[in-house]
């Protein structure tokens, strides 16, 4: 089976950091281009950063550039996303995603693997 495991989510107040996991069991990464999405409720969701399978190039949403680092291991399978200087507006339910047909970000339209989501409030 097939599975993405995000952790990492959690409350933290405006300004502080939290650092995203994604960890896959059942394949390995090397080949897959690696995806965050969020969604925040009552809005679309949303793709926020990804890494390429094809030669690790980055991606992020304008509204996260300067602020979320997105890196890889793939001998540990593992996928981070690491988030600094949170904002209220960063918040929602963080999904991870994993596709072997893309090999370059952004990620769009259908993608293969999506991990159950783990959820980041940033408020005071």
């Known amino acids: 089976q097939l599975q993405l495991v995000e952790s990492g989510g959690g409350l933290v107040q405006p300004g502080g950091s939290l650092r995203l996991s994604c960890a896959a069991s059942?394949?390995?990464?090397?080949?897959?281009?690696i995806g965050w999405f969020r969604q925040a409720p009552g809005k679309e969701r949303e793709g926020v950063s990804c890494?390429?399978?094809?030669?690790?190039?980055?991606y992020y949403v304008d509204s996260v550039k300067g602020r979320f680092t997105i890196s890889r291991d793939n001998t540990k399978n593992t996928v981070w996303l690491q988030m600094n200087s949170l904002k209220p507006e960063d918040t929602g339910v963080y999904y991870c995603?994993?596709?072997?047909?893309?090999?370059?970000?952004?990620?769009?339209?259908?993608?293969?693997?999506w991990g159950q989501g783990t959820q980041v409030t940033v408020s005071s």
């Open positions: 890494i390429s399978s094809s030669d690790g190039s980055t």
């Open positions: 995603v994993a596709d072997s047909v893309q090999e370059y970000c952004p990620l769009v339209g259908y993608l293969e693997i």
């Open positions: 059942g394949f390995t990464l090397d080949y897959y281009s």
